[in-house]
């Protein structure tokens, strides 16, 4: 988990209400990812970067929105949250579009 | 969706055994990575295999490849219960957008 935070590290909140989740790195990498891991289903692409204002959508990005204002931070939005979204979620980073290198994760519970 | 699938889903050893895990797919693929979750933990990278590539070595760990079978393996040899923990296998397909997918994962216990 080195050079790789997340925060907060746990999160319960209200059906409806927005969620914002923090991705910092001192690695200088330029690759960012959000995946979410729910029993059953693994690992999950949710939205990546690949650069300073350069995002993308992966596998599951409806009801989620991605901002990488400066190289170090990638932010997770949940607009109006929903139970499905209750889920373990990751952040990685990665130099050379490889192999990835993951924080703590968060543990998101919407009620 | 999945592009890799490991087999089996559970593990159950004695410590010094023998560990081995599989990973399939179902396109080609650039590379292949196998990672490691202990429980509550964020995943760890554990090594890399190329296409072109059919064997590799990192310690107690030994990863093959068979391209025309569309299938990994991952061996842990002489295991400790320290290596109890859920393995991932993610592919990162040829072409596209060189973002690893990840399987469901084997969950290995090393009984001391």
């Known amino acids: 988990d080195a050079g790789i935070t997340q925060s907060p590290r746990h999160k319960v909140t209200e059906t409806g209400t927005p969620v914002t989740l923090r991705c910092h790195q001192t690695?200088?990498?330029?690759?960012m990812y959000w995946y979410r891991q729910d029993p059953g289903h693994g690992l999950r692409l949710i939205h990546y970067?690949?650069?300073?204002?350069?995002?993308d959508k992966g596998e599951v990005s409806d009801g989620y929105s991605v901002s990488r204002s400066k190289t170090e931070d990638f932010l997770l939005t949940l607009e109006s949250a929903t139970s499905s979204q209750t889920s373990v979620y990751f952040c990685?980073?990665?130099?050379?579009?490889?192999?990835?290198?993951f924080g703590p994760g968060t543990r998101l519970t919407v009620l | 969706s999945q592009q890799g699938e490991e087999d089996p889903q559970a593990l159950s050893i004695q410590e010094g055994e023998n560990a081995t895990m599989n990973c399939s797919y179902k396109?080609?693929?650039?590379?292949l990575q196998w990672y490691r979750q202990n429980s509550g933990r964020g995943l760890v990278h554990l090594i890399l295999?190329?296409?072109?590539?059919r064997e590799k070595h990192s310690g107690r760990l030994r990863v093959t490849l068979d391209t025309s079978k569309k299938s990994s393996s991952l061996l842990i040899t002489a295991s400790r219960a320290a290596d109890t923990a859920s393995y991932f296998c993610?592919?990162?397909?040829?072409?596209?957008?060189?973002?690893?997918?990840f399987g469901r994962g084997t969950s290995l216990i090393v009984h001391p």
């Open positions: 690695e200088n990498h330029r690759y």
């Open positions: 295999i190329r296409s072109n590539e």
């Open positions: 396109t080609s693929i650039n590379n």
């Open positions: 990685a980073i990665s130099p050379s579009l490889h192999e990835q290198f």
């Open positions: 993610a592919t990162v397909a040829s072409g596209g957008s060189y973002i690893p997918t």
């Open positions: 970067s690949y650069g300073v204002k350069d995002t």
